[in-house]
């Protein structure tokens, strides 16, 4: 479910989200969204009503002295980067559609992957499981591939299937599509709307090659939940109880 904020874009609530058995993930308690360096004093106000306890801060160095996070009342803020150095690691000067296309797809590969992302998903897990059912949000920069990895993870952990962790990871186009229309609007020719059209939208041949890395590897995700991310039947077990109803 999508959230209207002043400042905070492509902001979603995963509750709501139904489990085939019928469980379903309490209203208000895991958030997901672009960064809260714009947010407005309303905007931090309403994350601190509704509770929210924890902010992982996704961003690289870079994106986060740029655009600090705005501080929400009641809330820790903790840097858990995937990719702490993104040029470094994504070349800036893709241009064309295809290239920017084939850059995120390497991306999704490091993310699943690269000891970094590793450790910083590792530590999402540790945050959420210390934070005990209370609201969590986390977000990178606009909220869609570095956090829609966490996401695909914290589902696959809450024992969702593949189909509802795509169609969820998927929901970022239709916040994208009203970027795209206001740069229509503004005249942007077709070249530049055709490369931007890859940077703000998410791709299921992405998500699933991101998957695909992580079975070839490690067998199926919730090997790699173990494996990788050194979670335990018990921890699996304390998240559900903690996030579903």
């Known amino acids: 479910m999508f959230l209207r904020f002043d400042g905070i874009e492509n902001a979603r609530d995963l509750g ?3 489990r085939t058995d019928g469980a379903r993930i309490r209203q208000g308690a895991l958030l997901r969204s672009g960064h809260l360096g714009r947010a407005s004093e309303a905007d931090v106000a309403r994350l601190a009503d509704m509770g929210v306890c924890l902010v992982v801060d ?12 705005r501080a929400v009342p009641g809330a820790r803020n903790v840097w858990l980067p995937p990719a702490p150095d993104l040029p470094a690691i994504i070349p800036m000067k893709a241009e064309t559609p295809a290239q920017v296309r084939q850059v995120f797809h390497e991306f999704y590969r490091y993310l699943a992957l690269h000891p970094d992302a590793i450790e910083a998903y590792n530590g999402f897990f540790r945050e959420l499981l210390s934070a005990q059912g209370k609201p ?36 970022t186009n239709q916040f ?46 919730e090997s790699y939940l173990e494996m990788a991310l050194n979670l335990d039947p018990e921890d699996m077990e304390k998240l559900q109880e903690s996030y579903l109803q």
């Not at 996704?58 to 996070?69: L, S």
């Open 16 to 18: 709501g989200m139904v």
């Open 58 to 69: 996704m961003r690289d160095r870079h994106e986060r002295e740029r655009e600090p996070d």
């Open 136 to 171: 969590v949000l986390w977000h990178c920069t606009q909220g869609k591939d570095r956090t829609g990895v966490g996401a695909m993870l914290l589902l696959s952990a809450l024992g969702f299937d593949w189909d509802a962790i795509m169609e969820e990871y998927l929901l």
């Open 176 to 221: 994208a599509a009203g970027q795209l229309e206001q740069m229509r609007l503004a005249r942007a020719g077709e070249e530049q709307l055709a490369v931007m059209a890859e940077v703000f939208q998410v791709f299921e041949t992405n998500g699933t090659y991101w998957s695909d890395c992580v079975r070839i590897e490690y067998g199926s995700v």
